[in-house]
């Protein structure tokens, strides 16, 4: 499929660990997976975005952000968060800032990776 459709965006999501966090290394060091050659975008959690995360910070104690599983974070904030990515922020925290100083209430995007103004139905 990668090889049929050359503008397909590659997206990387990963927990906030150090294996996680070597994921796009890996992707593209894989013989498995044709993607030495192509942009993948990371739009996995890191250590340090556990910190500055608002849903994420108060839960996680600071000795234990390199042990954060990406679904601690909820389906609205990871939805905002990739949608984000995808069209441009460099990461996913960045997506999630981008998104709450446009005051979307987070997951308020809908498929297309729109955002939708706060108070507004997500439509997925």
Request: hydrophobic share 50%.
């Amino acid at each position: 499929m990668l090889a049929a459709r050359p503008d397909l965006k590659v997206i990387a999501v990963h927990d906030a660990t150090p294996e996680g966090v070597a994921m796009l290394a890996r992707l593209h060091k894989s013989s498995a997976l044709p993607l030495a050659q192509r942009a993948v975008l990371d739009a996995g959690l890191f250590p340090a975005d556990v910190t500055w995360l608002s849903e994420l910070a108060p839960a996680i104690p600071a000795a234990h952000t390199s042990r954060v599983p990406l679904d601690s974070l909820s389906f609205d904030a990871l939805l905002t968060g990739l949608c984000g990515v995808a069209q441009g922020e460099l990461s996913l925290y960045a997506a999630l800032e981008a998104a709450r100083s446009l005051g979307v209430a987070i997951g308020d995007a809908d498929s297309n990776g729109e955002a939708v103004p706060a108070r507004a139905p997500v439509r997925l």
